[in-house]
Structures are given as structure tokens and as C-alpha cells.
């Protein structure tokens, strides 16, 4: 899902159960991935509709917060 569909949902009162979790591509990388109901889910995408991952949780904290996003599980 791309930011801007994360945030105008968010902006709906959509609610995400929203994970972050180390990439298992490059293990020094976050990602973020949003389940939804139904057993639907999604990860964090960019234009290109690639998984978008972020070297810093820190950073990766403050793009959740102005997408919404206010509760986070971080799974190790």
C-alpha cells in the first residue's frame, strides 16, 4: 500500500494492526507491514510498488506518526 492510500485512509478512521519487522532481504533494514480484516494485509510500497524499507527505526517512527499510524508492534 503507498503512503498516500495509508494516509488518506488513516484520515477516514481506518484502522491498521500495523508490524514492523527487520527485512529478511538485508537484515540491517525496517519494513512495515499493515494487516487488515478479513485476512487481508499489506506492506509498505513506493510508487514502483516496492517494499519500502528504512535503515533507521527511529525514521521509520516518525513516517508512521505523520501517515496516522499510532499504535506499532515491532516484531525482532
Request: aromatic share 10%; net charge negative.
Amino acid at each position: 500500500m503507498k503512503r498516500v492510500d495509508v494516509k488518506r485512509r488513516t484520515d477516514e478512521g481506518v484502522l491498521f494492526d500495523t508490524q514492523v519487522m527487520v527485512n529478511p532481504a538485508n537484515t540491517s533494514e525496517w519494513i512495515v507491514f499493515f494487516k487488515k480484516d478479513a485476512g487481508r494485509s499489506f506492506f509498505l510500497v513506493d510508487e514502483a510498488e516496492q517494499v519500502e524499507s528504512f535503515s533507521s527505526l527511529n525514521e521509520l517512527m516518525v513516517e508512521l506518526r505523520a501517515l496516522g499510524i499510532k499504535r506499532v508492534e515491532v516484531q525482532l
